[in-house]
Each structure stands twice: as C-alpha cells, then as structure tokens.
C-alpha cells in the first residue's frame, strides 16, 4: 500500500479507502471468514499504517454491513443467513424495477442511443457482462465478483442517478459477500453460476422491459436457489 505522500487529509481519506477496498476483497475471496475477529491495531500492523485510516476503514465496512463491531474485540465479519440473501435480492430487485421504470418512461440518459457516448458505455458494459460470462462459465469466482460487481456499477450509471448506483453496489457487494460465505466449501462451480448479462444489455438496448424483467427474475431465483441449496447441505 502506497505511503503517505502530499496533503494529510488527501492522503489518510486514500488510505481508508484502500485499506477499506482490500478488506472488502478479503472478504469476497473468503479469506476473512465469517464470525473471523481482528483489531484495529492488527490490520494497521498489517499493512503499516497508522490506527486512524484503519479504524475509519473498518467503520465503513461496518456501515456497508460487511462487518460488525465489538467495543471490547474490535471487528468481526459479519454472518449472512438464507433469510438474510432472501433480503438482499427482494432489496436488489426493487432497485431494478426502478432502472426500468426510468426506461419506460423516457429516461433521456439510457434512451438516446444515437448519442455515440451513450452507444459507447453500453458498449463497454456488454463487453464487461462478456467477461463476467466467461468467468461464470469457467467457475472462476473470484474473476466472476469482480466483473459482475463493475458491471451492475457501470449498467445502473447509465441511468445518470449517482444514489441508485451507489445503492445497488452496495447491494450487490453484500449479495456477493453472502454467496461467497455459502459457497466457499464448493468444488467445482462450472455451469452453476449465472452468466445471463448480456442478454440483459441487450434487452435494455432495445428498451425491452419485459425480457429485462424476465432476465432478472431467472437470473433472482437462480441465485436463490443456489444458496438454498447450499444450505441445506
């Protein structure tokens, strides 16, 4: 990690978001695991720096849901259940149906294809869905998080509300969180996972709700589906 160079508060606010952005990877990769406990001053010792951006990182990370604090233990990770996945897409699927609302009713951001940066980042969210398929497809999940998180975070800017794509990333980082938790003792994941994203950037392309809508219910109750499954052993 990056020492501190120029500006104090530039420099600590860099620090808590990388140090923020690196646990958050520890936890999808299922490093972290759940119930783990740390300190604030182990993972300053870890990857030395100073208590303070730690502290301010793992506050975040609290807020965000990924952890949970203990004001005698420091930090846990924290532990999804089913019911708490089953939340997590009704949440993320009410965030959806909003996205298409805004297409069937005009949304001038999604709407003007015609405008070539908008032909443009459309373009560029199918060729991340394309890598997120291939991933899926190959049971890589680690590959798959990453794609899949910077796809749903570039499809949602689309419709130019900043709040919306900020919620649903923080939905879906949570919904990643969850699954990684219950798949972490799987094998061979191949075929398993769902790789339906550009079926869905084509279907808002052509402004087609109702196949975007079908899209997401499949791809809603695959997921569910996969964690039930899971859990039951």
Known sequence: MPGPSGNGAVTRSTLRQQIADALRDEVLAGRLQPGQEFTVKEIADQYGVSATPVREALVDLSAQGLLEADQHRGFRVHQYSVEDFRGIVEARGLVTEGMFHALESGHKRFRDLSDPRVAAAVAAVRRRGEEAQRAADAGDLAVLIGYDLRFWRELSALFGNPYLVDFLHRLRVQS??????????????????????????????????????????????????????????
């Open 176 to 233: 990643w969180v969850c699954a990684v938790q219950h798949l972490r003792h799987q094998g061979d994941l191949r075929g398993r996972l769902w790789s339906g994203h550009t079926r869905l950037v084509d279907a808002l392309a052509q402004y087609d709700t109702t196949v975007a809508r079908a899209i997401v219910e499949e791809y809603n109750a695959h997921s569910l589906v996969l964690i039930e499954r899971q859990a039951e052993g």
